[in-house]
């Protein structure tokens, strides 16, 4: 079963990508990138103070790529790390089928508020 299959799941995805960029500004941003529209990198670091090792994750968008679809597609890897790239694509194709014109929207304002200000 995918995570992400009804309109109420669109909504709780949208607010938890909205609550990331009011919380994580840092960790998304534009880069020119030549073979793809955009990366989620996963860092796993040592973290000494505690002996543990923490993974934190960096999202890259190229700023003329395919915006909105990318900004799915990053997210679903960021929420769902074990997702396959195949799924990770069915996911953001379902999501971008069934966005409302007001969703696509609030995406745009948020992203524009929030991380690329
Ligand atoms: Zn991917």
């Known amino acids: 079963m995918l995570p992400i299959y009804s309109d109420k799941d669109i909504k709780n995805f949208l607010r938890r990508m909205y609550r990331f960029w009011e919380n994580n500004p ?3 941003k534009f880069k ?3 073979d793809t529209h955009g990366l989620c990198w996963f860092i796993v670091e040592n973290d000494e103070e505690h002996g543990e090792m923490v993974y934190t994750d960096v999202i890259e968008l190229s700023p ?3 915006l909105i679809p990318t900004i799915i597609h990053e997210h679903i890897h960021h929420f769902y790390p074990f997702l396959s790239e195949t799924n990770v694509i ?3 194709k379902y999501v971008m089928k069934h966005m409302s014109a ?3 929207k609030s995406i745009m304002k948020k992203f524009g508020e929030t991380v690329c200000y």
Do not use: C, T, W
């Open 26 to 28: 840092e960790k998304v």
């Open 32 to 34: 020119n990138m030549r």
């Open 64 to 66: 003329k790529g395919e």
């Open 90 to 92: 069915k996911v953001e």
């Open 102 to 104: 007001r969703q696509i």
